[in-house]
């Protein structure tokens, strides 16, 4: 089923190629599949386009920690943190921080 939802949103952004959302929740659909490198990767891509799509950090930093790659997942917490300080996101602000001090054994 992962793979036909997988396949409609791949449909949906060839018709939407600039749509962010699509993009995250094909993201999103290869973290379920357990494509978890194939995942992060379209996060970064993602990021360094449009590096205040918020959501992203979050997911990323715990794909990157589900990877064994800790200190990119701290970085990203970081990275997003300071993004939220540009879009005025303080809930994203703070879980992001919450985040980057449970990774870093801080908590």
Same mark, same amino acid.
């Given at each position: ?38 995942? =992060?990767?379209? *996060? $970064?891509? +993602?990021?360094?386009? #449009?590096? &205040?799509?918020? !959501?992203?950090?979050?997911? /990323? ?17 970081? =990275?997003?943190? *300071? $993004?939220? +300080?540009?879009?005025? #996101?303080? &809930?994203?602000? !703070?879980?992001?921080?919450? /985040? ?8």
């Amino acid at each position: 089923m992962s793979s036909t939802r997988l396949a409609q949103l791949h449909a949906m952004l060839a018709e939407e190629p600039g749509d962010q959302f699509l993009r995250y929740a094909i993201a999103m659909e290869k973290k379920r599949d357990g494509e978890m490198e194939a995942a =992060a990767a379209d *996060l $970064q891509s +993602l990021l360094r386009e #449009d590096p &205040k799509y918020i !959501a992203c950090y979050y997911q /990323l930093a715990l794909m990157l920690a589900d990877l064994g790659r800790t200190a990119e997942a701290a970085a990203t917490c970081k =990275a997003g943190a *300071l $993004q939220c +300080l540009v879009t005025g #996101d303080a &809930k994203a602000r !703070a879980e992001l921080l919450a /985040l980057n001090a449970q990774l870093l054994g801080d908590d």
